[in-house]
């Protein structure tokens, strides 16, 4: 019955740590360059990092090192913290896919729902490819094609604009705050996975994929 649902919404979809477990390797990055401050870079302060990009996360961790750089040496560091991972996940592959991701995504492929990437991150297309998940979306708008990071709205407004769908038909999935932040900002519904209490601002919220079908999600929203 499900596979001939009518498609009604576009699913997006944010990468790092929603679809993609890369937390670990954006920790073992930051930890090489974090120990000339002074600052003990801890695995609980990565995850305040979630949803900012390469820029903003050091900021934040030079203000809470209170270190001040000159925006030449923070380019300058941003992207040695991107050679080291990019050098990090070159041996990156499907198991690296967060639980029940494939799963989800395969069934809304089936049911004919368009699904696209909104990733803040420069590295999505390297991410994307070596993990097998690039064959299923229908648009990837990344960091390299926005001006204003989230928690902006651009990212979200583009893919709208580009599938010509009205945002009200919009999904977005997100595992961060400023994601969601972005994609209310948009005036578009909001998937939160992860842990419900840093993600109440979402319409629904699932400690994973794993716990959650896509039909169910079309289904919800096509009530509201």
Known sequence: MHDTLEPRFVFIFDL???????????????????????????????EELKGFNRLQSLDKILAKANIKLTETE????????????????????????????????KE?????????????????????????LIKY??????????SKPKPDPEIFLSIAQKLNIPIKRCI??????????????AGMYVVGIGDAAHLEAADLVFNSFKNVRAHEIANWFSII
């Open 172 to 185: 977005v999935f997100e595992d961060s705050a400023s994601g969601i932040t972005a994609a209310k900002k």
């Open 137 to 146: 979306f229908n648009l990837i708008i990344d960091g390299n094609m926005i």
């Open 108 to 132: 809304a492929v089936r049911i004919k729902i368009p699904l696209a990437i909104g990733s803040g991150s420069k590295n999505a297309m390297t991410l994307l490819n070596k993990t097998g």
């Open 74 to 105: 923070k380019h300058n560091l941003s992207e040695e913290k991107n050679e080291l991972y990019l050098s990090l996940i070159q041996n990156m592959n499907e198991s690296d896919l967060m639980p029940g991701t494939e799963e989800f995504i």
């Open 16 to 46: 790092d740590g929603l679809l993609i477990n890369t937390s670990p390797y954006h920790y073992k990055a930051w930890k090489k360059i974090t120990p000339r401050f002074g600052f003990e870079f801890t695995e609980s302060f990565n």
